[in-house]
């Protein structure tokens, strides 16, 4: 593979945004980023999540300050809830860290990551630290710091623990600590192989009043962020609206601020300052010795750009770009600089040329070792010199004679190329190999902190532009058109010829002499005319017997479906049973689940074809079960697993159904935030309740983000925002003979044992006296709380509330939360 070095003449200009459709900008927004090319600062936000970082801010210093602007979210976010699907864990965090690249793309700053995995709520940086491992994740934030070179680094939480979450005083924590360690060459000297050190200016914390917390006083330092940006069209308050509301898994959809909008700072470490945030800052090329005269040559740009005309500065433009390659590399922070501003440049010659340079592949997937079917497509919008002097596909050179291009002439080059065996799948790469609960593992120095993965397959344009010659890297996407959404682009997909998956991940049983469990399976052929035969990898105990194992896959996208009987003797236990398909002598054995959102680019992840099966002692009558969906779960599914007769309840069968031929109906997570209609139907799901139904109600929020839309129960109660983050937290029985901890399972301590992440959030709290709690629990250092389950009787029917973790629980098969669970269902009738 021929390499392309950042040398005079030659630069590969690496495209971020694989999935998004060519980028092109009007003479105002031209206008905007030529400016930038006379700022040489940069700034650093740090916090813990998705939606931690104060938008308005990020736009005002990227756009207003015209500074390098980055936000480093030490997690993805996979530890929330879901408003708009039923993902959790990893793929909740792909979908938030797409979502976190959609509000960057508005708000003109840059996104990093630390290893750091957001395993829940946390009510103190102590337990974030336990399972984070401070150490690690402070390396990682040191080596953002040290690529980055922040001028000023800035705080969303302070170390004090305003900002409520454990995960966001430990940010501050970090961030405080990598301030001094960044600069220190014996802390991590590993990274200095790769970096050099790098000591900010100064660190502040931007201080905040939310809700009830007002961390802000007159006597911080302060900025008018709220002021209106003529060549964008918007104030920062509007375009930080439009950031924020890209976070629509946490349905934090923002109204336009306008006016003006002051920002509390408070001074924490370093040069101290009397008003500005950058005192003591040059930001201009006067930190780099001997550039008087780009910047000379940069305002004379300015000054002359022509709004109707952009293309009369291209002359000037690939002068200032020769000019910057020409710059000493001596010093690493002007090789830095250096990069910076030769992409900047390189950027605005293309837009005020208007040259369209793209390549999209026939489909959106592609296997190694196969053929990929290019077209290139290349436009000069111009009347520029411009000359297109050969094309690189898949690091193969083209033999096409180089060729001056028509102004306004669409050429278009169609190659095929076979990828290389050895190209990787496209995963999204912290998921490459398992993870512990509190981080990513991630071994290679150069992918630590990248918010996504590079694009692998890709094409590079070598062109001239007023005898500059330029390479331009452009991934290689699908392009497709559809009859609503119009033209649009997804990411190219490198797969293996199959993927396998179970119908279910998990499926909880109950044991008995020659158990059978019958499994469905479903191989997908990525290419055509796949031959292959399963195989399944069992334990002691367990046999298998495939229905036709071999299997013959014609067309591509085609799939194949097996039936397996897995028979259990007396010495099975609970076990993972895994799955590999051979084709054409190689094993495969990758599932695949994809993510599907308009607001960003698709998106999928594989891995380990595999099923839990869990023994779990449970008893239950045949009962018929209603089930009212919420924001997305999959408790549902899972009683079906069980063998419940389970009905989704729509809107048209509350209304018109009778509920009494239901044994109990069980609403989905905040399905009472998410439904309006339920309040039409509340008296009708009361009388099912007195005519001796019992209704079970999962957590809702009763937040800002979240109100409750309807009335939720017989007598007052609230929502709060109580939880106990602790899986392992003990729990204690409030009333020991009630039938939720007897009948039909006989509840023990030993079934809140293998709980995940949390035992519950949002529990109920002044309580009317009707109601009974049942369970009492509480975090370290706390003071206990008995709302997590509770229940009332109304008519002859029962109300029950829990806060409890099911839906977290049931999906990840956890014996205890099954038979507590089955237990509410069963509630006995009152007399």
């Known amino acids: 593979m021929r390499k392309l070095s950042l040398i005079l003449l030659i630069l590969i200009y690496k495209l971020g945004l694989v999935a998004q459709a060519p980028v092109s900008k009007g003479s105002s927004e031209i206008l905007h980023h030529l400016k930038k090319l006379n700022t040489l600062g940069s700034v650093l936000y740090i916090a813990a999540h998705p939606d931690d970082e104060n938008t308005r801010l990020l736009s005002y210093l990227a756009n207003e300050k015209r500074f390098r602007t980055a936000y480093l979210s030490l997690t993805r976010g996979d530890g929330g809830q879901n408003l708009i699907g039923k993902e959790q864990a990893e793929l909740l965090g792909l979908i938030r860290t797409q979502e976190l690249l959609a509000a960057r793309r508005v708000d003109g700053a840059e996104q990093l990551f630390t290893r750091a995995n957001d395993f829940g709520y946390s009510?103190?940086?102590?337990?974030?630290?336990?399972?984070?491992n401070k150490d690690s994740v402070l390396y990682d934030v040191v080596l953002a710091i040290r690529k980055f070179k922040p001028?000023?680094?800035?705080?969303r939480f302070p170390t004090t623990g305003e900002g409520g979450h454990g995960h966001h005083t430990a940010s501050a924590i970090l961030a405080l600590e990598a301030f001094d360690a960044a600069a220190d060459p014996t802390k991590f000297p590993d990274q200095l192989k790769y970096t050099e050190v790098w000591q900010a200016k100064r660190i502040?914390?931007?201080?905040f009043n939310f809700g009830t917390t007002n961390t802000t006083s007159p006597d911080q330092i302060k900025l008018d962020v709220g002021v209106y940006n003529s060549l964008l069209g918007k104030g920062y308050g509007e375009i930080a609206a439009e950031s924020r509301s890209m976070h629509k898994s946490q349905g934090f959809g923002s109204a336009k601020q306008r006016g003006s909008n002051i920002e509390y700072f408070k001074f924490l470490k370093g040069e101290e300052l009397k008003s500005d945030l950058f005192e003591g800052v040059n930001s201009t090329w006067g930190r780099i010795n001997q550039t008087a005269a780009i910047q000379k040559t940069v305002d004379a740009i300015i000054k002359s750009f022509d709004m109707e005309f952009p293309a009369k500065s291209i002359a000037a433009l690939t002068d200032l770009y020769k000019s910057i390659a020409a710059l000493s590399e001596k010093e690493p922070y002007i090789q830095y600089w250096k990069k910076i501003k030769l992409n900047e440049t390189e950027q605005l010659i293309l837009w005020c040329s208007g040259l369209f340079l793209e390549a999209t592949s026939a489909d959106y997937m592609a296997i190694p070792g196969e053929d990929i079917n290019i077209t290139t497509q290349v436009v000069n919008r111009s009347s520029?010199?411009?000359k297109l002097k050969r094309v690189s596909f898949l690091n193969q050179w083209d033999t096409l004679p180089a060729m001056s291009l028509k102004q306004n002439e669409l050429y278009t080059f169609k190659r095929k190329e076979k990828l290389s065996n050895s190209i990787s799948y496209s995963n999204p790469y912290w998921l490459n190999e398992k993870h512990s609960s509190g981080r990513y593992t991630v071994k290679d120095m150069a992918l630590i902190g990248k918010p996504e993965n590079d694009g692998i397959a890709k094409v590079v344009f070598e062109i001239s532009i007023n005898d500059l010659t330029l390479s331009i890297e452009r991934s290689i996407v699908y392009k497709s058109t559809d009859p609503v959404k119009g033209e649009v682009y997804r990411p190219l997909e490198i797969v293996p010829p199959v993927t396998i998956n179970f119908s279910e991940k998990v499926i909880v049983y109950t044991h008995s002499p020659k158990k059978v469990i019958h499994l469905t399976l479903t191989a997908k052929a990525n290419k055509a005319s796949v031959t292959g035969k399963l195989k399944l990898n069992t334990h002691v105990g367990w046999a298998e017997n495939i229905d036709k194992p071999e299997f013959i896959?014609?067309?591509?996208?085609?799939?194949?479906?097996?039936?397996?009987e897995l028979v259990a003797d007396q010495k099975a236990e609970?076990?993972?049973?895994?799955?590999?398909?051979?084709?054409?002598?190689k094993l495969y054995s990758n599932s695949i689940k994809r993510i599907e959102y308009d607001?960003?680019?698709y998106q999928f992840i594989l891995s380990d074809a595999e099923i839990k099966l869990i023994n779990a002692d449970i008893k239950k009558g045949d009962l018929t079960i209603g089930y009212i969906p919420g924001a997305g779960d999959d408790v549902a599914a899972c009683l079906k697993q069980i063998g419940y007769n389970v009905t989704i309840l729509t809107d048209d069968l509350l209304l018109n159904e009778d509920l009494s031929k239901y044994s109990a109906i069980v609403t989905g997570v905040r399905a009472y935030n998410t439904n309006d209609r339920l309040q039409v139907h509340y008296n009708k799901l009361m009388e099912y309740i007195k005519a001796g139904g019992n209704l079970v109600v999962q957590y809702n929020t009763n937040n800002r983000i979240g109100p409750v839309v309807a009335k939720i129960s017989p007598y007052p109660l609230t929502i709060s925002r109580d939880r106990v983050t602790d899986e392992l937290a003990k729990v204690s029985f409030v009333k020991n003979d009630h039938p939720a901890l007897n009948f039909p399972n006989a509840i023990t301590n030993a079934d809140f044992d293998n709980w995940i992440q949390e035992r519950g959030i949002y529990f109920a709290n002044d309580l009317d006296k009707a109601y009974q709690p049942i369970l009492e629990m509480n975090d370290p250092n706390e003071k206990t709380s008995n709302g997590s389950l509770i229940i009332t009787p109304y008519g002859k029917g029962n109300f029950v509330y829990t806060g409890l973790a099911f839906f977290r629980e049931l999906p990840a098969g956890v014996p205890g939360a099954y038979r507590l669970f089955v237990n509410l269902l069963s509630l006995p009738k009152n007399k």
């Open 123 to 132: 009510k103190n940086p102590e337990e974030t630290f336990s399972f984070w």
């Open 599 to 601: 607001h960003i680019p």
């Open 151 to 155: 001028d000023v680094i800035i705080c």
């Open 553 to 564: 896959i014609n067309n591509k996208g085609d799939e194949v479906i097996f039936n397996v």
């Open 384 to 386: 520029s010199d411009v």
């Open 574 to 585: 609970s076990t993972v049973v895994s799955a590999e398909v051979e084709v054409d002598g």
């Open 204 to 207: 502040l914390w931007n201080t």
